[in-house]
């Protein structure tokens, strides 16, 4: 791939003196566009370039359209950069719905490879007129132009566009609407069609109100697996460069775009991530709404996204050696996937016993060598033997050798508090190095969760877990959470740990509520424009199970889910609020992972000392509700002082 240097731009205020200190006026060039034109006076296709005339000519009564249904444009190479300070625009007669959701691009590629929306018309123009529209942009375009929606034939009666000569700067672009502008243009234009090829191209995204921007070269492809059939399609990117897109924590070059199609609230899964950061599980994708563009075309309002694999501030796991494998090599780490598409992949198995299929995310497809694969296949038939052995309850040698039930237990909780039908059709779990455990998560893919599957509608008139009700399950995932059911330390745990988060107001209707509001104030301006290019809001698709006729009505579909949900999760765990002393030994827990060990429960005078197992004391500190602290490997003795709990001793090993 061709490097483009990735440039980012960040500014405060931003002043505009130099636009208004030159004279704007009408300017001229060389028309471009599509050559295969629409005439009208014949109602054939002519390739006769006086057609394009029509779109500059000044007669509002020709019309320039294209013969190719979408795709078509019409602009101008004005012979060098231009600041563009006003855009006017007039409809074909009787046909002034087809500029909607229009785009206006300047570029300085002739293939406008590189190009970036100067304005997209949100309201449809008025006939037999011009509407003029101002252009707050200080970058200078040599080629601009007019493309027309999906299925318009880029109809347009006139077009003028104003401006001064001058490359201008960085420091003001168009942001669509209050949400982040994703732009992708493909090297010439090609649709993104087919899910597993990778067309080049360029990326740009533009946010805090027009005053940043990252560009980069990019490869990008279809993704997903039902959410591709979807008219709206999901997209991967992979950047050249590691980059933070919109401040999120990692620093990476895989991007997705979540097409959230049949989710009309277009936030599902960033309600569910909300959830999952309250519950402490260690990694959860991180993700934003954004507009996108695809070569000029206006594609709705998608999530950005990570994309889940073993990176830094992603699945945080040791990468083994690819080329030399050697026994320490195998033990980890690895990120897989209990996944019904994994017979689609290229490395995956089905495991012995329960045939699960699994798909080995980590090591990478190009990656990983044939002793890793039978190991993690080997390995995750141990935990399935484990499990459905007489003696699974064992504590050393039982299936808590190979489960770690406290992100399982937290990733069960987030896909039964949203009622996702989903949770157990794609589930990702890790393994660290040197370590026997398989840990859950993170959580992925809330599209028909918070009430939007019809085969489990309404969920919560059902007295069964939605894992169980629901046959939206990989093969054989069922039994393995039936089974650990089946154990009643682990349904006490699973007990204590929901109503830990409960009484700390980490699970809490009115927070989610107020989450809920909070996510639909800052996507309404953008949904309008989604479901004006997918006008699917009057119909059911996807999994949808009633149709609620507007934006607001969706929202409070979910937000009546929430509240219902919780009293259901609190009656089927027989939750009770907390009052007056607790008894310490179900109400502080300990557990570690990644060298940390963590405490819960604690009261607010409680006090913590640390020692190894040479006797010294290496920590001694005052700890209110949650502790957390880092410890190098080995054996460690926990007392817990508390006055109002009592005082309990722990033994911990940190690997």
């Given at each position: 791939?061709?490097?483009?240097i990735?440039?980012?731009?960040?500014?405060g205020?931003i002043?505009?003196?130099?636009?208004?200190q030159?004279?704007?006026?009408?300017?001229?060039?060389?028309?471009?566009?599509?050559?295969?034109?629409?005439?009208?006076?014949?109602?054939?296709?002519?390739?006769?370039?006086?057609?394009?005339?029509?779109?500059?000519?000044?007669?509002?009564t020709?019309?320039?359209?294209?013969?190719?249904?979408?795709?078509?444009?019409?602009?101008?190479?004005?012979?060098?950069?231009?600041?563009i300070?006003?855009?006017?625009?007039c409809p074909?007669?009787?046909?002034?719905?087809?500029?909607?959701?229009?785009?206006?691009?300047?570029?300085?590629?002739p293939?406008?490879?590189?190009a970036?929306?100067?304005?997209?018309?949100?309201?449809t123009?008025?006939?037999?007129?011009?509407?003029?529209q101002?252009?707050n942009?200080?970058?200078?375009f040599r080629?601009?132009?007019?493309?027309?929606?999906?299925?318009?034939?880029?109809?347009?009666?006139?077009?003028e566009f104003?401006?001064?000569?001058?490359?201008?700067?960085?420091?003001?672009?168009?942001?669509?609407?209050?949400?982040?502008?994703?732009?992708?243009?493909?090297?010439?234009?090609?649709?993104?069609?087919i899910k597993?090829?990778?067309l080049?191209?360029?990326?740009?995204?533009?946010?805090?109100?027009?005053?940043?921007?990252?560009?980069?070269?990019?490869?990008?492809k279809?993704?997903?697996?039902a959410?591709?059939?979807?008219?709206?399609?999901?997209y991967?990117?992979?950047?050249?460069?590691?980059?933070?897109?919109?401040?999120?924590?990692?620093?990476?070059?895989?991007?997705?775009?979540?097409?959230?199609?049949?989710?009309?609230?277009?936030?599902?899964?960033?309600?569910?991530?909300?959830?999952?950061?309250?519950?402490d599980?260690?990694?959860?994708?991180?993700?934003?709404?954004?507009d996108?563009?695809?070569?000029?075309?206006?594609k709705?309002?998608?999530q950005l996204?990570?994309q889940?694999?073993?990176?830094?501030?992603?699945?945080?796991?040791?990468?083994?050696?690819?080329?030399t494998?050697?026994l320490?090599?195998?033990?980890g780490g690895?990120l897989?996937e209990?996944?019904?598409?994994a017979?689609?992949?290229?490395?995956?198995?089905?495991?012995?016993?329960?045939?699960?299929?699994?798909?080995i995310?980590?090591?990478?497809?190009?990656?990983?060598?044939?002793?890793?694969?039978?190991?993690?296949?080997s390995?995750f038939?141990?935990?399935?033997?484990?499990?459905f052995?007489s003696?699974?309850?064992?504590?050393?040698?039982?299936?808590?050798?190979?489960?770690?039930?406290?992100?399982?237990?937290?990733?069960?909780?987030?896909g039964?508090i949203?009622?996702?039908?989903d949770?157990?059709?794609?589930?990702?779990?890790?393994?660290?190095?040197?370590?026997?455990?398989?840990?859950?998560?993170?959580?992925?893919d809330?599209?028909?969760?918070?009430?939007n599957?019809?085969?489990?509608f309404?969920?919560?008139?059902?007295?069964?877990w939605?894992?169980?009700?629901?046959?939206?399950?990989?093969?054989?995932v069922k039994?393995?959470?039936?089974?650990?059911?089946?154990?009643?330390?682990?349904m006490?745990?699973?007990?204590?740990?929901?109503a830990?988060?409960?009484?700390?107001?980490?699970?809490?209707?009115?927070?989610?509520?107020?989450?809920?509001d909070?996510?639909?104030?800052?996507?309404?301006q953008?949904q309008k424009l989604?479901?004006?290019?997918?006008d699917?809001m009057?119909?059911k698709?996807h999994?949808?199970p009633?149709?609620?006729?507007?934006?607001?009505a969706?929202?409070t579909?979910?937000?009546?889910?929430?509240?219902?949900?919780?009293?259901?999760?609190?009656?089927?765990?027989?939750?009770?609020?907390?009052?007056?002393?607790?008894?310490?030994?179900?109400?502080?827990?300990?557990?570690?992972?990644?060298n940390?060990?963590?405490?819960?429960?604690?009261s607010?005078?409680?006090?913590i000392?640390i020692?190894?197992?040479?006797?010294?004391?290496?920590?001694?500190?005052?700890?209110?509700?949650?502790?957390?602290?880092?410890?190098?490997?080995?054996?460690?003795?926990?007392?817990?002082?508390?006055?109002?709990?009592?005082n309990?001793?722990f033994?911990?090993?940190?690997?």
């Amino acid at each position: 791939m061709t490097k483009l240097i990735t440039s980012i731009f960040l500014l405060g205020l931003i002043f505009t003196p130099a636009i208004s200190q030159n004279t704007s006026t009408k300017l001229t060039g060389t028309i471009i566009g599509t050559t295969n034109y629409y005439d009208y006076s014949n109602n054939t296709c002519s390739t006769s370039a006086s057609l394009s005339n029509y779109a500059f000519d000044g007669n509002l009564t020709n019309s320039f359209a294209t013969c190719d249904v979408s795709g078509g444009w019409v602009g101008y190479d004005l012979g060098e950069p231009t600041i563009i300070t006003k855009i006017s625009y007039c409809p074909r007669t009787g046909q002034a719905a087809r500029m909607l959701l229009g785009v206006f691009e300047g570029a300085n590629k002739p293939d406008f490879g590189d190009a970036i929306p100067l304005f997209m018309i949100q309201i449809t123009p008025t006939q037999g007129i011009l509407t003029p529209q101002t252009i707050n942009c200080s970058k200078g375009f040599r080629y601009i132009r007019y493309i027309g929606p999906t299925t318009a034939k880029c109809n347009v009666a006139e077009i003028e566009f104003y401006g001064y000569k001058g490359i201008g700067d960085n420091s003001l672009f168009q942001q669509i609407t209050n949400l982040p502008t994703v732009i992708i243009h493909t090297k010439n234009a090609q649709d993104i069609v087919i899910k597993d090829l990778y067309l080049k191209g360029i990326v740009s995204v533009i946010s805090d109100n027009g005053t940043k921007i990252i560009t980069d070269s990019l490869d990008v492809k279809g993704r997903g697996n039902a959410s591709w059939e979807f008219p709206k399609k999901p997209y991967r990117m992979k950047l050249y460069n590691k980059v933070s897109l919109l401040g999120l924590p990692a620093k990476e070059k895989s991007w997705t775009l979540i097409n959230n199609y049949g989710d009309k609230t277009l936030m599902r899964n960033l309600l569910a991530f909300d959830l999952s950061k309250k519950l402490d599980i260690l990694y959860t994708p991180a993700g934003k709404p954004v507009d996108v563009f695809l070569n000029g075309e206006y594609k709705g309002t998608y999530q950005l996204c990570d994309q889940v694999e073993v990176a830094t501030g992603r699945v945080e796991v040791d990468k083994m050696a690819i080329t030399t494998v050697t026994l320490p090599d195998l033990t980890g780490g690895y990120l897989l996937e209990m996944d019904a598409y994994a017979n689609e992949e290229i490395s995956w198995f089905s495991s012995a016993m329960k045939q699960v299929p699994v798909t080995i995310k980590y090591p990478k497809d190009d990656e990983i060598v044939s002793a890793q694969s039978a190991y993690i296949k080997s390995h995750f038939e141990k935990m399935e033997t484990a499990l459905f052995a007489s003696n699974y309850l064992d504590q050393t040698n039982g299936y808590k050798k190979y489960i770690d039930i406290e992100t399982f237990i937290r990733h069960f909780l987030v896909g039964e508090i949203t009622g996702n039908t989903d949770t157990y059709w794609s589930t990702y779990m890790y393994k660290k190095k040197n370590d026997d455990k398989f840990y859950f998560g993170p959580v992925w893919d809330f599209d028909i969760a918070f009430e939007n599957d019809y085969r489990t509608f309404p969920i919560n008139n059902n007295v069964n877990w939605i894992y169980a009700s629901s046959g939206s399950a990989a093969n054989g995932v069922k039994d393995i959470v039936n089974r650990l059911f089946t154990d009643p330390i682990f349904m006490s745990r699973l007990k204590t740990i929901y109503a830990s988060y409960r009484n700390g107001g980490k699970i809490n209707a009115n927070d989610m509520l107020q989450v809920t509001d909070d996510y639909a104030a800052q996507i309404d301006q953008s949904q309008k424009l989604n479901f004006t290019r997918w006008d699917i809001m009057n119909t059911k698709v996807h999994m949808n199970p009633q149709v609620y006729g507007s934006y607001s009505a969706e929202v409070t579909n979910v937000k009546n889910y929430i509240k219902n949900r919780i009293t259901w999760m609190d009656n089927k765990l027989s939750y009770t609020p907390s009052t007056g002393i607790k008894n310490l030994e179900s109400t502080i827990y300990l557990w570690n992972d990644r060298n940390v060990m963590h405490i819960e429960g604690l009261s607010d005078n409680a006090t913590i000392q640390i020692i190894d197992m040479a006797g010294r004391k290496i920590f001694s500190e005052k700890a209110t509700i949650r502790f957390e602290k880092a410890l190098n490997q080995g054996v460690y003795v926990i007392h817990i002082a508390d006055k109002v709990y009592g005082n309990k001793v722990f033994r911990s090993i940190i690997q």
